[in-house]
């Protein structure tokens, strides 16, 4: 049996030091605004696990208006989607995920950010895509005002 998700999410821009993608601290001269820690590729993926699993979205689980998930680190999240696939037996085959923004150039970290949600998803390198893509300047990524991110995944069945 497999199961296939989408999942898609935008933070924007506010003043900072710092972004977090994929569970990697990046240094950059803006951060990301949000009630967690506003890892928008990690919720992009969340929600495509989400999304495959037909349990909703990831506000629909870590509301937004819940204190607990103040600053929360978004792993938290994955790790809890990732269990709810192990409940049911099922696993990743392979994520897919897009990050779309001007700036951070997201090519000197790819490398790096295979490599967590490889760590975290306990999934080999060669099953995980990260891309990057700009907006050609057009739109509020092009204005740089934000990023958005875009997953696809699918999962199998183990036994
Ligand atoms: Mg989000």
């Known amino acids: 049996m497999f199961r296939i998700g989408t999942g898609f999410d935008v933070h924007a821009f506010e003043p900072g030091n710092k972004i977090y993608l994929c569970g990697v601290e990046i240094p950059f001269d803006k951060s990301l605004a949000g009630h967690s820690d506003a890892d928008v590729a990690l919720h992009a993926l969340t929600d495509a696990i989400l999304g495959a699993l037909a349990l909703g979205d990831i506000g629909l689980h870590f509301p937004d208006t819940d204190k607990k998930w103040k600053k929360a680190d978004s792993v938290i999240f994955l790790n809890w989607s990732i269990t709810q696939a192990k409940k049911r037996k099922l696993k990743l085959s392979n994520i897919d ?3 779309i923004c001007e ?3 997201i090519n000197s970290y790819r490398e790096k950010l295979i490599l967590n949600l490889s760590k975290i998803c ?6 995980i895509n990260v891309k990057a893509t700009t907006t050609e300047r057009l739109g509020f990524t092009g204005r740089e005002e934000g990023i958005a991110s875009l997953c696809s995944i699918l999962l199998h069945e183990t036994n």
């Open 122 to 127: 306990s999934l080999e390198h060669d099953r």
């Open 97 to 99: 995920l897009t990050i």
């Open 103 to 105: 700036k951070p150039k």
